[in-house]
Structure formats: structure tokens, C-alpha cells
């Protein structure tokens, strides 16, 4: 997945300023480790590797998934594209759709935002936590070891698995995580010339809206591990913005939308954080909030 979505912004790169890129593959803590994601929090597991070469002068610049990027800025740092995004919602892999999935029925997913939204749709079945890049996952439906996983849309279309989803969920019934879907190139801040060349790459609409969605995580004071959900889209005039917080078990949730000027998407999704704390998000985050 990460070398596709390399390739494709080392492609737009390329056909924009007929510079020509090399792909450098790196290995990060995310990738090897067998611990969930959930108790690693928001530390960045898929990223420190990649800013790691970026320090080293290794490479001029990295891909990452926006949603793996912890919302805490580094200085050292410039998010330079955000590029227009990919598909934003969650998908069920397998034979079945969830409201045709037997009562007991087993589906892995080892994010508590997935686990708590597909509770409140499907009390009655079994959550079961899974690691693995999204082949290993899908791999133990094909085996049988559960009867379906959940991924996001846009990575399965980057891995060529798309013909094997039952469902997209829209965000009524699965509020994405933040930024999902939306790629991030990062370079360091002090190569204003590769800032600017960069710069071509970016989707304004996509920034104001993953600006919005990443405010609003900032606000709650969460990390990847909480069980918020938001999602925001930009028609050029104005910026819609929706955010959840629920309970793990599905059975509470905080649900609040947003219009606003694009300009002020920091704002609009800081505000909504606000309300929502107001409203008792903080009490469902409960220990999964940091
Ligand atoms: N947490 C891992 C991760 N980071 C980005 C994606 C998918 C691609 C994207 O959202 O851009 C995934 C896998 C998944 O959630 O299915």
C-alpha cells in the first residue's frame, strides 16, 4: 500500500514538473510490530522512520497516509501537498454485507472507532482485534478464520482488493477516521525550494477538509487509538464538517455538525471539539482517549 501511493505521487509529481523521482523504501515500526495499534496510541508508529530520513537527509521527501500522522506539529516538518483525496469511507471485506452476517458472526477490525460504530449497527456480533497489513487481513476471511474484516475503501483500491468488499459504509453509518483516505507529502521546513515545487501537488479543497477533520482529534486531545470518527468536504464556498465520539460499546454517542468558511477550518473543527466536550465526549472516550 505504501509503495503504491508513493509511486503514484512520485507519477503526479513527475508529469507536473518533469523532474524525475526514485523511490526509496522504508521499513517502519508500524510495519513489523505485533502489537496493536490501539495500545501503541498516537505515537506515530507508521511515520518517525519516514521523518527519521527526511533528518537524515536521506530522502527530500516522504508519503504518508494522512490519518497516521499525529496532529501534534513538528517544527521541523511541512506537510507541503496534501493531495486531492482518495475514497474517505470504510468497507467490509467478504461474502456478506453486515446486515446479512449471522448473529455471533466474527469480524476483525483492531481500531476501537470501527469497533464501536459497527456495535451500534450490529450489537450481536463478535469484534475481534487483527494486525497485519490489509493482505494478512483479508487472508484470514479467505481461510475462514472470520467472517469479515474492515479497511478502509481507499487502501484496498491501492492494493488492487476492491473486488472482494461486500459494503462501503457511508459516513451516517461509519464516520471515517480523521484524514482518511487523504495522502500527505512531508518535507523539512527548511527547503523552501522543494516546499514550492511541492506545492503543485496540493488540493486545497482536500486541505481545508482533512485541516477541519485533524482540529477537531486535536481538540478532544485524542489520539489514532480513540473512537472518534469525522469527516469534513469543501465545495469551494463552504466547508460541512461532522464528528463523532462513541462509546466502545456502541450504546452512547456525542454527534455533532459544522458549517463554515474554508479559511477557518482550524477553527470550525477546534469549536466543534469544544462542543462536543460540553456535551460529555470526554467521559466516552474514557481511557482510550489519549
Ligand atoms: N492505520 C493503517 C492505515 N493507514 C491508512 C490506511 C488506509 C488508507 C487511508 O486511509 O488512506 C490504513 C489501513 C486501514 O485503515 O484500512
Redesign the pocket.
Known sequence: MATTQSQMVADAYTERTGREIELVGVTTFGDVTKAH?AQLGGTGVFVTALRDKLLEDEIDFAVH?L??LPTKQDPRFTLAAIPARHDHRDALVGPHKLADLAPGARVGTGSPRRVAMLSALRPDLEYVPIRGN?DTRIGKVTSGELDAVV??S??LTRIGRDAEVAQIFEVEELLPAPG???LAVECRSDRPDLISFLSVLDDPRTRSAVTAERAVLAGLEAGCAAPVGAFAADDGHTLNLTAVVVALDGRDAVRKSAAGSPSEAANLGRLLAAEMIAEGADRLMGEHSH
Do not use: R
Request: proline fraction near 0%; aromatic fraction near 0%.
Open positions: 495499534l497516509s490519518k497516521d490489509a479497511l478502509a481507499a487502501g482518511q483516505g487523504a
